[in-house]
């Protein structure tokens, strides 16, 4: 194992009034790590401190993009850094996807899908992690969500972007192959990322993006990521009924797609699949492909109320969301989960500030109602009996 520290140039402010807080949280202690598993190396860099009382955020990304690609521009906001003072982060890369990745030898035989979630119990082991919340986009949604299917102790939360439950049909496998044949894997993968209204008006950002693939991946590591991810399987999920015993997830889980991105209809799908009282859909106007890029000051509003709801984080300042849900036409809800769990002090007061989150949510409800592209509305009349439930999943339990 390799260990590459970044020494932080002066200590971390602790000042309640948040002043240069930002930077004080980008000077935080890094360390890169290669992690050792049966599938080969695994690529980690962990930003802070993990706390005994909470779990650890760690994230992955999608195919053509590494943890600095996929996730900087969120992460380095602004509106972050409240986040990052309470949970330490920990970037996951899949095997040679990182920056100046050594390429893989002839014989190597790459990791699946299913094989590269087996790999995520021995990052936390070589962490001391006892549990995590989860934020994937593409191939980094799909494995995270087999990891939590497979252990759902390990994992409590998940924000899932652009999540495709679906193994890739043989429709979409011809196709893949056909236009293999004529264009080269950027573009493949650029189509992938960004939906076609974003390929047409935004040149700058996906030109940066295709350059980026071009010149930062390293190429043949990167065509067998691609490949792994072509080749999963289904997740096998079905949404629960009462009196059945089903695979899905146990942990409340925050779904997230721009209106314009090529993986709407999946995470919709995916979406009708899971508990609606655990689970939120957040469809954002006005939004492509790679939200955490486009809109990251509501990802992150976005996320804080998913944390609130989870039990962390009570006392977390909210405002760009509230303020922009009429004119954007966004919607999230919170959802708490029903889990039953003792956390610590922060944990207890969160219980005790449920009247302050029962209007916040109660506020997003409304907004809910009124929006035609909200979670209800996209799945259609078949689940009229879910829109029900939701109303009842919003109250949060002490």
């Known amino acids: 194992m390799d260990d590459i520290q970044v020494v932080e140039s002066k200590p971390l402010l602790v000042d309640r009034e948040l002043p240069g807080l930002r930077e004080a949280v980008q000077q935080l202690v890094t360390k890169e790590h290669d992690v050792e598993t049966p599938y080969g190396r695994i690529h980690c860099t962990m930003k802070g401190v993990p706390k005994t009382d909470r779990p650890c955020i760690l994230t992955m990304h999608d195919i053509g993009l590494n943890h600095k690609t996929c996730w900087d521009t969120l992460f380095n906001h602004e509106d972050m850094s409240e986040i990052m003072q309470h949970f330490a982060v920990c970037h996951v890369d899949a095997p040679g996807q990182h920056e100046g990745a050594n390429t893989f030898s002839t014989g190597y035989e790459?990791?699946?899908?299913?094989?590269?979630?087996?790999?995520?119990?021995?990052?936390?082991?070589?962490f001391g992690l006892k549990s995590v919340i989860g934020i994937g986009i593409g191939a980094g949604a799909y494995t995270l969500t087999r990891f939590a299917l497979d252990y759902p102790n390990m994992v409590e939360g998940l924000m899932l972007i652009n999540i495709n439950p679906c193994a890739e049909g043989w429709m979409d496998w011809a196709a893949h192959k056909i236009s293999g044949w004529t264009h080269?894997?950027?573009?493949?993968?650029?189509?992938h990322l960004f939906g076609k209204e974003e390929i047409h008006n935004n040149q700058d950002l996906i030109g940066t993006y295709r350059h980026h693939i071009l010149n930062d991946m390293n190429q043949f590591n990167l065509h067998l990521f691609v490949k792994s991810y072509e080749s999963r399987r289904d997740l096998e999920i079905e949404r629960p009924v009462p009196?059945?015993?089903?695979?899905?997830?146990?942990?409340?889980?925050?779904?997230?797609?721009?209106?314009?991105?090529?993986?709407?209809?999946?995470?919709?799908?995916?979406?009708?699949?899971l508990d609606p009282t655990k689970t939120t859909l957040l469809k954002m106007a006005d939004c492509g492909g790679m939200p955490q890029v486009d809109q990251p000051a509501k990802l992150t509003e976005a996320f804080k109320y998913f944390i609130q709801g989870m039990g962390y984080m009570p006392s977390a300042s909210m405002t760009r969301l509230v303020r922009s849900r009429t004119a954007s036409g966004s919607s999230v809800t919170s959802f708490d989960g029903n889990r039953s769990r003792s956390h610590t002090s922060e944990g207890n007061r969160s219980r005790s500030h449920t009247n302050e989150g029962s209007r916040s949510r109660s506020?997003?409800?409304?907004?809910?109602?009124?929006?035609?592209?909200?979670?209800?509305?996209?799945?259609?009349?078949?689940?009229?009996?879910?829109?029900?439930?939701?109303?009842?999943s919003t109250e949060v339990s002490c």
């Open 363 to 392: 506020h997003t409800a409304e907004n809910q109602r009124g929006r035609s592209h909200t979670d209800g509305s996209t799945d259609g009349t078949a689940n009229s009996g879910v829109d029900q439930a939701v109303p009842k």
């Open 110 to 126: 790459y990791p699946s899908m299913d094989q590269l979630s087996e790999t995520l119990p021995l990052v936390l082991k070589h």
């Open 243 to 273: 009196g059945s015993n089903v695979r899905t997830l146990k942990c409340p889980s925050l779904l997230v797609v721009g209106d314009s991105s090529p993986a709407v209809e999946a995470v919709v799908e995916c979406n009708t699949k």
């Open 184 to 191: 080269a894997m950027p573009d493949m993968i650029i189509t």
